[in-house]
């Protein structure tokens, strides 16, 4: 019913982030591994004419380069993305729908302070997952050691906003469990935000799970959380990968790599909800979360994939559907926002909800952190002495809007 998808190959996506070596006068394109193309012996060895292109040069060139624009567009929308879901919901976090709609009325937009947003720990997370990815290449165990690290300066920042599962996580971390056994028994989706960018890095589906499991245990041990981390790691590899998006695809891959019975089910509602085209509210309210989507895994996961499934081309239908419903606002913004993101590029992320104010992680430099993802360059640098003064202006915002929402309209 839904139709056909058509895969980009990892090599489509990465083989033109690799530089290419000019033999006998011809270019030939290095593997993604770094191993040099192998000459043929038989010919000789002439010099390098690096003036002579040829039409047939010239066009494998120009498809490198598209293929790698497009590469940074898809990965950079993602890491927008996530920011604009999570700086749109976080005013209204904890809300219920009905009393945000009553309380800032008119079409979705930046309102945090001065008609414009800020960044809370679901972007801090998706970019230090980032970096952690950067600087361990594909080994998930150099891969959980950098996070841990991280998250265990990251806190010591004093950050504002902050879950409960996952501040405890990072405190046994300090104290020295390893980053195998620092995680809480929780099943909330605090390693839910760091799944998207996973999903983007691993190139090959079969080892997303491993990257999953080494994220996800530093915080939370709940087989659950795993489960839907791996949910959303699977869909955001389909989101940035994949030119033209079947649903059912997508949802026959997850179930093909998730145990968890409780998320399988929901994932049958979802794809119910997808064939009778309900809106999410719709299935919101038949999860029992008409006044708000709660911060279990098992709630987030199912409302977000719905929502990036039903319209993945439309980012402003998707991250106001999820918004919209209130309760884990930020969080489900920033998970639906990163999918659809991926989906449509960050060309296509609509101008005025990039009307984002924070800094060091300004939208500057996610978008360069987006470009070294994509050519798998050296993590990127950031001015971290000024992090704890920003999270105290942050707080400082965000409890001045608390008090503002004690205030009538009800």
Excluded at 57 to 72: D, Q
Excluded at 106 to 128: F, I, K, N, W, Y
Excluded at 393 to 405: D, H, S
Aim: proline fraction near 6%; charge should be positive.
């Amino acid at each position: 019913m839904w139709p056909s998808s058509s895969v980009v190959t990892s090599g489509d996506l990465v083989a033109s982030a690799f530089a290419t070596v000019t033999t006998n006068g011809w270019e030939d394109p290095v593997i993604a591994s770094g191993a040099r193309t192998t000459r043929d012996r038989r010919a000789p060895r002439q010099s390098v004419r690096r003036n002579l292109v040829r039409p047939e040069e010239s066009a494998i060139s120009t498809r490198h380069v598209s293929c790698l624009t497009g590469a940074v567009d898809r990965i950079t929308g993602l890491l927008l993305g996530t920011a604009v879901g999570d700086s749109l919901g976080l005013p209204r976090e904890g809300l219920t729908g009905g009393r945000a709609a009553r309380l800032y009325g008119g079409p979705l937009r930046q309102r945090l302070v001065l008609g414009r947003g800020m960044l809370s720990d679901d972007t801090e997370h998706a970019c230090m997952t980032a970096q952690a990815l950067l600087a361990a290449g594909d080994d998930p165990v150099r891969f959980a050691r950098a996070l841990a690290w991280k998250l265990r300066w990251w806190l010591l920042a004093l950050p504002a906003a902050v879950g409960w599962g996952t501040l405890r996580a990072i405190a046994r971390s300090w104290i020295g469990f390893s980053q195998g056994r620092s995680g809480v028994q929780s099943a909330g989706n605090g390693a839910v935000m760091r799944a998207p960018i996973i999903g983007a890095w691993v190139e090959n589906p079969d080892r997303i799970a491993a990257f999953v499991d080494a994220s996800t245990m530093i915080t939370h041990r709940d087989p659950r959380a795993r489960a839907g981390s791996l949910a959303v790691a699977v869909a955001a590899h389909h989101a940035v990968r994949t030119q033209k998006l079947d649903p059912s695809a997508v949802l026959r891959d997850i179930r093909a790599r998730v145990v968890d019975l409780e998320l399988l089910g929901a994932l049958d509602r979802v794809e119910e909800a997808l064939l009778r085209d309900h809106a999410p509210s719709r299935l919101a309210a038949d999860l029992g979360l008409s006044r708000g989507v709660t911060g279990y895994v098992h709630h987030t996961v199912p409302i977000c994939l719905h929502a990036w499934l039903r319209s993945p081309y439309d980012f402003r239908r998707v991250v106001g559907d999820v918004v919209s419903l209130g309760g884990d606002a930020d969080t489900t913004g920033a998970i639906a926002g990163a999918l659809a993101g991926a989906t449509v590029g960050a060309s296509n992320i609509p101008a005025d909800w990039l009307a984002i104010s924070d800094w060091p992680r300004s939208l500057a430099w996610i978008r360069t952190l987006g470009e070294r993802i994509t050519r798998r360059g050296p993590p990127l640098r950031i001015w971290w002495p000024f992090i704890p003064l920003r999270n105290v202006a942050f707080a400082a915002i965000v409890l001045a809007t608390g008090l503002r929402r004690l205030l009538p309209p009800y």
